[in-house]
């Protein structure tokens, strides 16, 4: 197995947050916390919602902010769901 992919995590994007980010998903550095990821990664691509807004899935199951980003993982960031 490439070392490299287990020492990434592939980030998932949703609704607006895909739209900022102008991809659906990527795959980086797997390291810190997963408030820190959201974090950098709202700079990097300007997502508007703060991290009060959102809810975060690791590998399938609700996550809470605080907990480490694991290599290997699949995090998604999930922006409140508008209905109609």
Same mark, same amino acid.
């Given at each position: 197995m490439d070392s490299a992919a287990t020492d990434t995590v592939t980030v998932l994007y949703f !609704? +607006?947050? @895909? #739209? !900022?980010?102008?991809?659906? +998903?990527?795959?980086? &550095?797997?390291?810190?916390?997963l408030r820190g990821l959201y974090a950098a990664l @709202?700079? @990097?691509?300007?997502?508007a919602l703060p991290i009060e807004r959102l809810r975060v899935a690791v590998d399938g199951a609700f996550a809470r902010w605080d #907990? &480490?980003? @694991? !290599?290997?993982s699949e995090v998604a960031f999930i922006p409140p769901v508008s209905g109609g």
């Open positions: !609704a +607006s947050l @895909r #739209d !900022a980010a102008g991809v659906a +998903s990527e795959s980086l &550095p797997a390291q810190g916390e @709202r700079g @990097r691509h300007g997502f #907990d &480490p980003v @694991r !290599a290997g």
